[in-house]
């Protein structure tokens, strides 16, 4: 199984790549994880609708078919530690690739949104761009621990 994050936004900062690796190294073969980062949109005197079009598409281009598309979303489901391992778990038994996405600034295009399997939230706070990619490497990763009972998380 892959999981493939999708993330709106080209450049983070040193830290942030560097804590996206650290944590990357450490997933087992049989639960690949791969970052696909896609350009934002530029600003300009563009409408929201076609900057989220134009993101959209990009999304899409990078998302395997098949794969199960996950959105993260401010309004979406939030999940406790424990319960992103029960997710993560289901996800490797159905042994489909998930699609986990992170939308730029201006988030994800409401179809879109609506569109994917599921809707989960990182957090109820607002968090930047580069932290959020980091946020959801280290929690799948905290997930794949506790569910092959590795002693990195603690309760």
Known sequence: MKLLVVA????????????????????????RLELKAVKTEPRGSKTL???YAAERERIEATIPRGARIVALDERGTPLTTQA????????????DDVALVIGGPD????????????RIRLSDLTLPHAFARVLLVEQLYRAWSINANHPYHRE
């Open 84 to 95: 992103l391992a029960g997710k993560l778990k289901a996800w490797q038994l159905e042994a």
């Open 49 to 51: 609708e076609t900057l």
């Open 8 to 31: 709106v936004g080209q450049r983070v900062p040193d830290w942030a790549q560097t804590a996206w690796d650290d944590y990357a190294k450490r997933f087992p073969p049989e639960l």
């Open 107 to 118: 988030g994800l295009d409401p179809a879109f949104r609506q569109a994917a399997h599921e």
